[in-house]
């Protein structure tokens, strides 16, 4: 039982960044705006997440209080980069994935040259302890308490309410409707009047703001409040990819795909923890494959009735309409 | 109107007809491009460090003419990932995975160069062509799981990358002749397996360097001359319009992903190959499960090259200039990044300067030179214009 608790644990950190990246992306997508740049706007909400957490931590700033306001730094300045993407690929109607791309190699590049410029060394390394031993009442819950609220982090709590909190204005709000309708059929919302390269930025920004959320996260649950630029985010932009597509670009599918992905991660990792498969005496190396491979199985079986938006990747052009 | 009755309607090759070619355009929007990445460098030079910024731009700009021999060895492999991102992106097709397909090459090009036992003259030619195997394995995957079960090739690469990476890594760490577990890293290649090279005194470049400019000249000619380059392009221009006229898509997609995989494959092998005398280089690999930087650069080669084989050829070596560029730079207090960052802000403007460039030059005809355009045939001039007042009637 023990184990489980531990994967659960160790899992939830993980999956909360996929999670809220994951949904970023979708918001950008359904938006009609193909956002290859993940990787790069949870790099950059990483790092200056980190960086306020490396200026702040001298104070005597309660941890948690700190996570939230590095959340907002963050978002804002993830925020700030997809505009990037959003002014070429809405204003400039450039190619959606070579900006992208573009995008992703700026960041890694810049942390580096900043780190070593400001700091000499690769990264920001913080020492700020975010982790939560126990949460007072709740954690004392049997069962579920030991679950979800032992050695854990705030972000997950925080990353369950950013799913509710997109589930409604996807589905529940005419902002949503709006967004969805620019990523299927941009000529007929805009012949209703919808302005369509302002859903586009819309949709792009919010990516941009969870994606930010979702690298500092990143840095809370998985590096310690770390970032480094070689290995950046660890490829998870382009994971919190395939758990959009994996997730049929839906909400609660993402969700359930972010979990999936993130349990066989966290297995991976935790192999010589578990009697069980320790003994098995495979390589582990096949377990750190394993989340790849299952991914694809999965993806295999799902993907012949995938739909992509329809109109995504495509410049708005009011011209052509 | 009559003036414009002399449009030049002769398709002879005239100064104009150069300069107003689609292919020109594309150049001197990228040329647009380099020159804004370049002034951006050039601005976070003069932040990190004002006292030496013209040294150390100028090293940028010129210093790999000193080492030309070095710009060709290091532009090898990312021409061979370049030449891989760029064919799939023909296709419309976006391969991030080069570089999962250029570890298996080069892992491949390594078994057999310290697992099989072959005389000196073949053993070589037999470790790229295995380093070729090993890449079109790792983009046959993708493409069989693109063309029959739909799965989107991005996310299939990406995956492929970590389980070509991690597989590489453990097959090397389990394999004793190849694996020095004490240096963490491979043996260095023997002798008989290494690239021969083109014997220029202090550099390293090689004979790989020519073989990939002919495989990128011979991928302009399969594109440009061949029903197969003809059907490849249709169908990344429309993928239904060119299924509808009867064009294999499915086998398409996969012979083109089999061949991108065997292009990188082949950097791969190039680079564990070549001879060189820069520690690390070459010649040995290191498990450290890192995925390889070159097939990312790849990426940035093709974009830069227009996805066409001979720009790639061109955006290769120039990008593999500015990076010894930036290495010179380091001398005066510079870190090498910078060239990191002023090549994704090329590839970011250039993602856009085709309009950027059609825009100035609207402006330079409007305010400059205050001609008409006069290579459209007369008609379509007069149906656009007439186009153009309907439009605006209907807007009034």
Redesign the interface.
Known sequence: MSTVYYLIQNMLPVAIPLLLVALGGMFSERSGIVN?ALEGIMLFGAFFGALFVFFIQKSQIDPQVIILIGMVVAGFSGLIYSL?LSF?AVT????Q???G???N??I???I??FS??FFNSDGITTNMNFYIRKVPVLGDIPFIGEMFFQKTYLTVVLGLFFLVISVIVFYKTRFGLRLRACGEHPQAADSVGINVYFMRYAGVSISGILGGIGGFFYSVGVLDGNVN?H?GVA?FG??A??VM??GQWKPIRILLAALFFAFLRTLAYSVVLIPFLDNLGI?Q??Y??LP??A??VV??FT??K?R?PKAEGIPYDKALR | MQSKKSSSRNKGITLKNITESKGFTAFTSVLLAIFLGLIFGFIVMAFAGPQNVFKGFSYILLGGFGRFGDVLYFATPILMTGLSVGLAFRMGLFNIGASGQYTMGMFFALYVGFMWDLPPEIHWIAAIIAGMVGGMLWGFIPGIFKAFLNVNEVITTIMFNYIGMYLVDMLIQGNLVLYLSSNARTNYLPRTVQLPSLGIMGSNVNVGIIMAVIIGIILFIVLEKTTFGYELKATGFNKHASNYAGMKGKTNIILTMVIAGGLAGLGGAFAILAPSAIAGSSMTYEPINIIAVNGFNGIAVALLGSANPIGIIFSATFISFIQRGGTLANLVGYKPEIIDVVIAVIIYFSAFAMIMNSGIGRFIKKYIIKKPHTNILLEDLEAVEEEIEVQNKEAE
């Open positions: 290859i990037l070429a400039m109607k450039a190619n994935t070579i900006t791309v573009s995008l190699m700026l890694p590049a810049a580096l040259l070593k410029m630029g290995t490829g382009f994971l990819l395939a597509i994996f390589n190396t096949y750190k494959m790849y491979i991914t694809m993806l295999a993907s012949r995938s992509a």
